[in-house]
């Protein structure tokens, strides 16, 4: 559910990655080999009907103690697959004309960098990317905005040894579910990759993924709700509203804007079909103001944004009104040059929450600048609060972040080190699960509050509560205690454990709102636990797990595997990392430890429409 950046991931959690995932479709196998891939590389999971209709794919086992994965293929079992062979590979190979109308030479087994090939996409690999053939070879390439079933034109960007990834040029023949995305910037912003497709088939494609995430590597038999199975795996849960569900954006201000492909085809530049980042040696640099979002793959060129279809009508006012301010002031407000590191505005955060008592919208604008000048965005901020009388609560605050030295101001994090206060008070409230939180500036949240609704009814149902208010519930990685705070008036007690210490203060204080006086909070890091842990705490009936994406320290699991609490409800962002952990928590593995749980259920939850990323609850049992 946090769904943070992480800059450089450990070795212990690039070992189930989505990236790491890649490689299990694109693996070129032959009977009886093993195939041995260092797991700081992508990495593939898909089906086998995804590369073949005939075949699936080989089990990777993971190992917490390095980073390397290996495979084995045999051709006599269910667990093998194949490209095709060598002479089919080389034979019927045909010209692909380029974008020029020029025939290319014919092309080989193992495509060039900026070589353009005719491929068919297959099904949609874990983050979204299309899991595509060659059509004249079979080498797989991944390529960004294909959609299972579409012929397309494809430029190689990347070369891997055994597989490309290609930037999309443009479509010969489309997927049936294909349609026209609504959004202006669909086709060069890097938020809403799946916008062409349509949501039904979005949904189809992402259940689809967890559920080979689970089967292949975390090494689960599963049956769909009403099988014979021991793990029941539920159909996802769909999202009631595919557009305006965020209630928080972050957008940069920079110099450079990064002009839209359909731009491009006006000037007669490369067709509109190509991706912003496959032309973007052809972009000439734009010396102006810019205030939206970071080009895909590009530090220091933004795309500029005047209406998001992602969040609030009024949040979109106030992002163009931000705009059309400081452009007019451009020569007072400076916006930051990523390259030079100078200029005074960085970041525009959005949030935007309820009052509980009568559900009126409240607005926080948080502008990140490089230095303390409040007198320069006084009449930013004058005009803000007159131009929006009708929100019942406008939050505007600066945060500054100070840059110590070259390499941390190259950083784009949009939370600055000092906040003040320049109108209003310094939180906003959401209400959720009938409870009324606290929402200050760096506060983790629940970007989709409706839906956050939904995933902490199932976590509770997975909970399975007694209803005597007699369990003890440990809630790791609690954030603000949002989970833990739904749950304390069912429970006896409830006990969260959370590194940032500004999210065990709101979680404090969001309880005390409440009147929820069977909480506590504890500040830690889950990744460097001692022997200590946990000893002063009572044990557990229930421990919910809610990790950020890398998933769970080796640490952590092997404490839980030695706990063997009766339940564990492990809420995942990141269904690749769910897997391998849910391997190692109910598995054998190599000796090092012995498996304690049983995996009852998988509910995936798409909490973010038009995205690749899905959410999932996963209910365990201890088998002792």
């Keep these: 559910m946090k769904h943070c950046s992480v800059v450089a991931a450990p070795s212990w959690a690039m070992a189930a990655t989505a990236k790491a995932a890649l490689a299990l479709g694109v693996c070129r196998q032959r009977p009886s080999t093993r195939f041995f891939f260092s797991s700081s590389s992508p990495f593939a999971l898909r089906t086998a009907t995804s590369l073949s209709s005939t075949s699936t794919f080989p089990y990777a086992k993971h190992h917490h103690n390095n980073t390397w994965a290996v495979m084995e293929a045999d051709h006599h079992s269910s667990q093998s697959f194949e490209l095709g062979n060598e002479a089919e590979d080389m034979q019927g190979l045909q010209s692909v004309p380029s974008s020029s109308g020029k025939a290319r030479d014919p092309v080989s087994y193992f495509p060039k960098r900026g070589q353009e090939l005719e491929l068919v996409c297959e099904s949609l690999a874990f983050k979204g990317k299309g899991v595509c053939k060659v059509k004249s070879t079979g080498f797989v390439v991944l390529c960004d905005r294909a959609l299972p079933g579409e012929t ?21 023949s489309p997927h049936d579910n294909a349609i026209i995305p609504p959004c202006l910037y669909a086709g060069d912003c890097g938020g809403c990759k799946m916008q062409n497709l349509a949501y039904e088939a979005q949904i189809v494609a992402k259940q689809q993924q967890v559920y080979d995430l689970i089967l292949r590597v975390g090494n689960f038999k599963l049956t769909y709700v009403g099988g014979s199975s021991e793990t029941h795996f539920r159909p996802i849960v769909p999202c009631a509203s595919q557009y305006h569900y965020r209630n928080k954006m972050e957008f940069s201000f920079g110099v450079q804007r990064w002009k ?32 939206g979002l970071h080009a ?14 992602l969040q609030h009508d009024v949040a ?37 929450g309820r009052d509980c008592q009568n559900g009126e919208l409240q607005l ?4 990140v600048t490089s230095d303390y000048e409040p007198d320069l965005l006084k009449p930013l901020v004058e005009h803000l609060v007159s131009k929006f009388p009708q929100v019942d609560l406008v939050v505007i605050l600066l945060q500054v972040s100070i840059l110590n030295n070259v390499t941390a101001s190259v950083g784009g994090s949009a939370v600055g080190e000092h906040e003040y206060l320049l109108h209003g008070v310094r939180t906003i409230t959401e209400c959720l699960r009938g409870l009324s939180f606290e929402i200050s500036a760096n506060s983790f949240f629940q970007t989709n509050t409706a839906q956050a609704e939904v995933l902490y009814k ?5 909970c399975m509560l007694r209803g005597d208010c007699t369990e003890v519930v440990w809630d790791l990685f609690c954030g603000t205690g949002t989970i833990g705070l739904t749950l304390a008036k069912r429970i006896k007690h409830v006990y969260g454990y959370e590194i940032v210490p500004e999210a065990v203060a709101d979680a404090c204080r969001n309880a005390e709102r409440n009147n929820i006086h069977n909480a506590t909070f504890i500040q830690g890091d889950l990744n460097k636990l001692t022997a200590e842990f946990g000893r002063d705490l ?21 404490f839980l595997t030695k706990l063997k609490a009766p339940r564990i409800v492990y809420v995942s962002c990141n269904p690749a990392t769910c897997a391998r952990d849910l391997d190692y928590l109910c598995h054998a593995e190599d000796g090092l430890a ?24 996963c209910a365990l049992e201890s088998l002792k």
């Design 152 to 172: 397309l034109v494809g430029r190689i960007v990347k070369k891997k040894g055994s597989y490309a990834e290609a930037c999309k040029l443009k479509t010969i």
């Design 458 to 462: 199932l976590v509770e149902e997975a």
């Design 594 to 617: 012995t498996g304690s749980y049983r995996l009852v259920s998988v509910q995936p939850v798409d909490m973010f429409p038009h995205t690749p990323h899905i959410e999932c609850v």
């Design 364 to 367: 926080m604008v948080n502008v």
């Design 538 to 558: 009572p044990s557990p009936d229930i421990v919910i797990i809610d990790p950020n994406r890398p998933g769970l320290h080796p640490k952590l699991t092997k």
């Design 316 to 352: 979109n006012q106030v992002l163009v009104t931000v705009h059309e301010f400081c452009q007019k002031h451009i020569r007072d407000v400076t916006a930051f040059n990523a390259r030079t590191h100078c200029g005074f505005l960085r970041h525009l955060m959005i949030r935007s």
């Design 260 to 291: 839209l492909s359909n731009e491009h085809s006006r000037m007669k530049e490369p067709p509109k079909e190509v991706a912003a980042h496959s032309v973007q040696d052809s972009l000439p640099d734009c010396e102006d103001f810019a205030l």
């Design 296 to 309: 895909p793959g590009r530090f220091d060129k933004i795309l500029h944004i005047e209406k998001c279809l």
